[in-house]
């Protein structure tokens, strides 16, 4: 079983007690500070100090299950699907569908708002998305609030009790650290509660982006030597190397988030999780197969996990895999029984690769009979070249362990080393200290040494130092980590996203790309939370 705690179908059964202490909550405004509906006494529950893994587990199932069987945890409204709901398809559709990446055939018109860069502060994706964040940061406010050291002594919680419900806080708080992290980046001003904020009927305060980040910031820190080292705990869960890592991202990205650049903190934590014993996995393909949780390992730093027999969602992997597959694609060869005939690339994607699909470079995966580069018609599966980069199947070519092969057992690597080494190599770049321009180069090679097979000291896909530039990293985070949910975070970045000066077809709503209002860099808050709760202040432009 590949997920860090016991599962059934649908969800979680050691998260059963959790589920029922946090069931109801659907709403951010609701969420973050409210009382929660006590179908058991949360004394009760905190009492045996048995049930405290089993109300964590329901903190990282939150990343990728709907909810427990029958009762998801997020409403998705009637007629609604509620795979749509689970947090990591809904964060993936924000990250991936608005680039140069992916576009979507389905004729949704939230979707295709997505699609062509061009949605408002009703998007019903937006909201799951901006939900699913609040949703899990009350799951794991909930959680540190009953475990600090003065609940655990009430209850007569000592020793090896105390130390695990300690380490098990650490957890929480990095989970919640990883939820706010993904509200700076998308939603930048957001309401704001932690566990000091007592369930309360008032309405949850709205905080700026730049205070969040220092409360990110704070936490991760804090939390980083109470976590177990990298690489000595359970896979799945987090450690230290999570928790670096996000460090790092949170400082690649702080200029955008503050406006002060903090390269030289993102060489800092790098180096951090360098020292952690990672290593490249020897295929680039393990890292998006069935069994990535044993032949990718060493290069996986923090999954989303999946297994196909007791964490069913049609979020997640699950969808990535399907929604994947259409036209002439077969899907007995992705180890799923059908394609929802959904997601595919725009050019610009397999044009970042020497010749798309010629196998030069093993990370170009594009199916391309029956499709075709152009998309003139964002409803037609068949325009725009197949990806075949997530498969429900093993290194061996086994099929996963769903035997109606339905929901899949590919773990999402949300963070993994080759990330790490083009953060390195992009924070040399801009300019921090801490690295070194030859180290870069050595990290990016490395990369291309195992897209192009490269051995004995051959140099067919390496660069040298004068190649390596700024522009160069953003190709190459394209080649190395399309469709992992990185690319919008990368475009705004490097401010791209609304330029003219970067185009991709339907950026804009038009069929060659054109600029957009630089509002697009953040999402709106949803106008369901503006309405329901007055002292929040829309993001500029919406």
């Given amino acids: 079983m590949k997920f860090p705690f016991t599962l059934r179908r649908g969800g979680l059964t050691v998260a059963l007690t959790a589920s029922l202490l946090t069931g109801g909550l659907t709403a951010c405004v609701k969420d973050l500070d409210r009382e929660p509906f006590y ?39 009637q007629g609604k699907d509620e795979g749509e709901t689970s947090y990591m398809r809904a964060y993936w559709y924000l990250q ?49 609030r009953e475990t600090s050291d003065e609940k655990l002594s009430s209850r007569g919680i000592t020793g090896a009790d105390a130390e695990k419900a300690r380490l098990y806080r650490a957890e929480a ?25 007592a369930p309360s009927k008032d309405l949850p305060k709205q905080t700026t982006r730049a205070a969040l980040f220092s409360y990110v910031e704070s936490e991760l820190k804090a939390v980083e030597p109470l976590l177990t080292p ?27 988030y503050t406006g002060t650049a903090r390269y030289t903190d993102c060489l800092i934590y790098c180096n951090k999780v360098l020292a952690g014993g990672y290593q ?84 170009a995966m594009f199916f391309t009979n029956g499709q ?39 773990d999402f690597p949300l963070f993994r080393l080759g990330d790490v080494y083009l953060m390195y190599a992009e924070a040399v770049l801009r300019g921090g200290q801490g690295g070194s321009p030859a180290q870069a180069l050595t990290y990016v090679n490395a990369l291309r040494d195992r897209a192009y097979g490269n051995a004995g000291g051959t140099t067919d896909g390496r660069i040298t130092a004068t190649q390596l530039t700024t522009d160069f990293v953003l190709d190459e985070r394209g080649r190395e980590l399309y469709w992992e949910a990185s690319r919008r975070t990368d475009l705004v970045r490097f401010g791209k996203f609304t330029s ?19 509002k697009f860099n953040l999402y709106p808050l949803p106008s369901t939370d503006i309405v329901a709760n007055p002292t929040l202040v829309q993001n500029p432009g919406y």
């Avoid at 009703?122 to 940061?137: C, K, Q």
């Avoid at 990298?230 to 955008?256: F, H, S």
């Avoid at 964002?378 to 725009?384: A, N, P, Q």
């Fill in 372 to 410: 075709t580069l152009e998309i003139n018609d964002l409803t037609i599966f068949t325009e725009g070249y197949g990806v075949t980069k997530w498969r429900n199947k093993t290194s061996t070519g086994a099929d996963g362990n769903d035997p109606q092969l339905i929901f899949v057992d590919t």
């Fill in 280 to 363: 490249l996995a020897p295929e680039y393909r393990l890292l998006f197969l069935a069994d990535n949780n044993v032949t990718a390992a060493s290069e996986i730093i923090f999954p989303i996990t999946s297994d196909g027999l007791v964490s069913q969602v049609y979020g997640g992997t699950t969808y990535l895999v399907h929604a994947a597959v259409g036209g002439q694609m077969l899907a007995s060869g992705f180890g799923i029984n059908s394609g929802w005939a959904g997601n595919r690339a725009r050019k610009n994607l397999p044009l970042l690769f020497p010749t798309p699909a010629s196998g030069f470079d093993t990370r």
């Fill in 500 to 518: 003219g000066s970067y185009l991709w077809p339907w950026k804009g709503g038009a069929r060659n790309g054109q600029a957009i209002d630089n």
């Fill in 39 to 77: 179908d058991l006494n949360t004394g009760s529950v905190y009492k045996d100090p048995a049930n405290y893994i089993q109300v964590l587990a329901k903190c990282y199932a939150g990343f990728n299950l709907s909810g427990n069987s029958g009762s998801p945890d997020v409403f998705a409204g």
């Fill in 96 to 144: 991936e569908l608005v680039t140069d990446e992916a576009a979507v055939a389905w004729n949704s018109g939230p979707l295709q708002e997505l699609n062509r860069t061009s949605w408002t502060s009703s998007n019903d994706l937006i909201n799951n998305s901006y939900t699913r964040i609040f949703y899990e940061v009350a799951l794991c406010n909930e959680f540190i």
């Fill in 173 to 197: 708080r990095f989970l919640r650290a990883l939820a706010y992290y993904h509200a700076i980046d998308l939603y930048g001003n957001v309401p704001f509660v932690t566990e000091a904020d």
């Fill in 230 to 256: 990298a690489r000595q705990g359970p896979y799945g869960r987090a450690d230290q190397g999570a928790a670096q890592t996000l460090l790092a991202k949170l400082y690649l990205n702080a200029e955008v």
